[in-house]
């Protein structure tokens, strides 16, 4: 460079000294261009010479650089697949390392979660306490805490309510002071035991308040190891849970005592939806009375319904439209009940409508009765009544015929009497005669009357014992017969038919004498003059049978039900006299000998009574015989 | 004479009903019953009529509305003599227009008294 600077000065230089002084200065210059040549010449040869020089250092070095560079090369070419295989290495490592870091991240994001969460839990530890703490406080069960001495170290409040205890009275004291003077001895012990769990606390027992009340209460307990703040273990405890079951204990009592009742009282209780069929929702175990159970009905298996009496169907219907229509609430109705067994029997049912708010009916219940038995004495009253009334009537009107047939005889004496005491200046002797017949006649009809109602009464009162005589039947007829056509004379003929066999019989002969006495003077007395009378007498191994046949006046029809009755007499008999009481007093003693009477009549032409009376004796064996009549 | 028709059924009572008029002065017809009373009434036109009420066939309530129905007899005095005592039985006599109504068993001076009565009113 400096050469350089100094050849364009000393080129100025020239260009300045020719300008200015042009052949001196040629001279001159020519001169000092000379030796300038030269110095130049020499100075370019210094410098070829040192260019040379340079160049074949430059080549020398560029020689070395590129053996130097080639040296390099190589090893930076083996630097760079060391560095190469040391890259690829490392890319092992990095991913390693990455998945590494990978897992580090997950872990430390686990961790982070981890720690959330436990934070979490701790919070929500601290307001589960809390909760817990609160639950404690505020639950309706009495809990207590009790160490080994049996001493409370924590009461809830609803354990304090409970007994009537203030916390600060029974923390410290001891669990026995709730037990009655009587369990104080066991009370310990039984502690003891429950507190090393070889008894339970758990189960009802009746303990005593502050104020000396037993109440009951179900009991129950834990144990639990409680480890206090400080790190100490203070001990076992028994955690206490008491219940107050008083009231539901009464309410169960009540319950079961209602049961008891309910199920030995004979009124079922039943109650039923508005379902299909009316299934019973409950009914009583005392359905078991009509062989069902309560089961039967509630499963639905049995139908209720269809065990009412087919003919009370509608009527239990019925009750039921009249309930749901009408704002009755009660309903009272008897009906029939097929027991499980087939039965028949009278229930009275007490239907109740169960309604909601707005007055529907929702359901029934009821209270069913078993009232066969008041039903049947009902019945049974019903007929004894109408036979009571019955038998007034018939007493009223005895009373009224028996008096009308006194009044006649006692008329027919008093004026006969009358007529003796008032008339006798006026009366001949003949017609005194008859007026003292009359006054007789009259005392024996009354007389009469008065045996005859006397026995009628006696019958009718069941008052007449058969007497037991022995005879023989043919030969005592025979004999009767004899008597009877005596009695009959002229009048009559008795055409007298006897039984074919003669046979041994035990009977009141009295009494069947009566009867027939009875019949066959009818007979007389209802047939004309000359009339034959018939007498059949018939047997059979266990009856005889007596026809007595008139040709008489006969019995009118409206007459032939009545004749029996005490003073009924035929609308017919004009004057034939009677006291309207024989064929009364005949159908009772037929009726004590247990056989039958029957009469067939034909107004104007005849009557027919047949009398039959069984063989077989009614008297008891051993009854003494006896040959007594009335 | 005064005609006295006596009906009862009672052969005893009609008899000595019968002698007690025949004995007081008076003619006495009988009848056993109501039937028979209505006929003889009819046809003897008595001046009283003796009647008891319970009888056969025809009983004197049945005879006193016939005897009542026909003009010839509806004013003959009807004297009832009768068991039948009750204040029901004298109440239903007199409103079928008995002009008296005597109750079984009666002393004949009483009767004959009644019969008198019947006669002096008709009188």
């Known amino acids: 460079m400096a050469k350089k600077a100094s050849l364009s000065t000393m080129t100025e230089q020239m260009q300045t000294d020719i300008s200015s002084q042009p052949s001196a200065f040629l001279e001159n210059s020519l001169g000092s261009a000379q030796e300038r040549i030269a110095i130049l010449e020499q100075r370019l040869a210094e410098e070829v010479n040192h260019r040379i020089d340079v160049e074949s250092r430059l080549h020398r070095s560029t020689q070395e650089f590129e053996y130097l560079l080639h040296q390099r090369t190589e090893l930076l070419q083996e630097l760079v697949m060391q560095l190469q295989a040391e890259i690829g290495q490392r890319d092992g490592v990095e991913h390693q390392l990455r998945k590494r870091t990978d897992v580090m991240h997950d872990f430390i994001k686990q961790l982070e979660q981890e720690m959330e969460d436990r934070r979490s839990v701790e919070s929500s530890l601290r307001r589960s306490e809390e909760r817990f703490r609160n639950v404690i406080e505020k639950s309706p069960v009495g809990i207590c805490i009790t160490n080994q001495q049996s001493l409370f170290e924590y009461v809830n409040p609803a354990y304090c309510a409970l007994f009537g205890y203030e916390a600060k009275e029974l923390q410290g004291k001891p669990f026995s002071m709730l037990f009655g003077v009587d369990e104080l001895p066991q009370v310990e012990s039984l502690y003891r035991r429950i507190f090393n769990g070889q008894a339970e606390m758990r189960g009802e027992r009746t303990l005593l308040t502050k104020a000396g009340q037993p109440i009951t209460v179900l009991t129950d307990s834990v144990h639990s190891t409680n480890d206090s703040a400080n790190g100490e273990d203070d001990g076992k405890k028994l955690i206490v849970f008491v219940l107050d079951i008083t009231r539901r204990k009464q309410a169960e009592d009540m319950l079961r005592r209602a049961k008891v009742i309910i199920d030995k009282s004979p009124a079922v209780i039943y109650q039923f939806s508005l379902k299909p069929n009316f299934p019973l929702e409950f009914v009583s175990e005392n359905i078991n009375q009509f062989g069902f159970t309560a089961q039967d009905f509630t499963s639905g298996a049995i139908s209720f319904l269809h065990h009412v009496h087919q003919d009370d169907r509608d009527k239990v219907f019925d009750s039921f439209r009249h309930l749901s229509k009408t704002k009755a609430d009660h309903l009272r109705r008897e009906y029939r009940l097929i027991t499980r067994k087939g039965r028949t029997c009278w229930v009275e049912d007490s239907l109740m409508a169960v309604r909601d708010a707005d007055g529907i009916v929702i359901g029934y219940q009821g209270v069913l009765l078993d009232i066969d038995e008041r039903r049947r004495a009902e019945e049974e009253m019903n007929k004894a009544l109408l036979k009571e009334k019955e038998l007034i009537e018939l007493k009223t009107r005895f009373v009224t015929i028996a008096s009308h047939e006194f009044r006649t005889p006692l008329t027919s004496i008093l004026l006969s009497v009358g007529i003796l005491r008032d008339f006798s200046h006026v009366i001949n002797e003949e017609e005194r005669l008859e007026s003292l017949a009359r006054i007789s006649n009259g005392v024996h009809h009354m007389t009469g009357l008065l045996d005859n109602l006397l026995m009628f009464g006696r019958a009718a009162a069941g008052e007449i014992r058969p007497k037991r005589s022995s005879m023989k039947i043919r030969s005592w007829c025979a004999n009767f017969a004899a008597n009877v056509q005596e009695r009959y004379g002229q009048k009559h003929t008795l055409l007298y038919a006897p039984p074919v066999r003669e046979q041994d019989y035990v009977v009141d002969e009295g009494m069947m004498r009566q009867i027939l006495d009875h019949l066959l003077s009818n007979a007389d007395k209802f047939s004309p003059d000359g009339s034959p009378v018939y007498f059949n007498v018939n047997l059979d191994d266990e009856k005889i049978v007596f026809h007595i046949q008139d040709s008489g006046i006969g019995i009118p029809l409206d007459d032939l039900p009545r004749i029996f009755e005490p003073f009924h007499r035929g609308t017919n008999i004009g004057n034939i006299g009677g006291t309207g009481m024989g064929l009364a007093i005949v159908q009772k003693m037929v009726e004590y000998l247990n056989g039958s009477i029957s009469v067939q009549s034909d107004l104007g032409k005849g009557t027919t009574f047949t009398v039959t009376l069984p063989l077989a004796s009614p008297f008891e064996q051993g009854e003494p015989l006896m040959a007594d009549s009335f | ?123």
């Open chain 2, 1 to 123: 004479m005064k005609k006295i028709l006596v009906i009862e059924d009672d052969e005893s009572i009609r008899r000595s009903v019968g002698m007690m008029l025949r004995i007081s002065g008076f003619e006495a017809f009988y009848a056993e019953n109501g039937s028979i009373g209505l006929q003889m009434a009819t046809q003897s036109m008595p001046d009283v009529i003796i009647c008891d009420i319970a009888m056969p066939v025809l009983d004197g309530y049945g005879f006193i509305q016939e005897l009542r129905k026909n003009s010839a007899t509806s004013n003959i005095p009807v004297i009832f003599l009768t068991a039948k005592a009750s204040e029901e039985d004298v109440a239903k006599g007199k409103a079928l227009g008995a002009n008296a109504y005597l109750t079984k068993p009666i002393w004949p001076a009483d009767l004959l008294k009644i019969v008198q009565e019947q006669l002096g009113q008709q009188a």
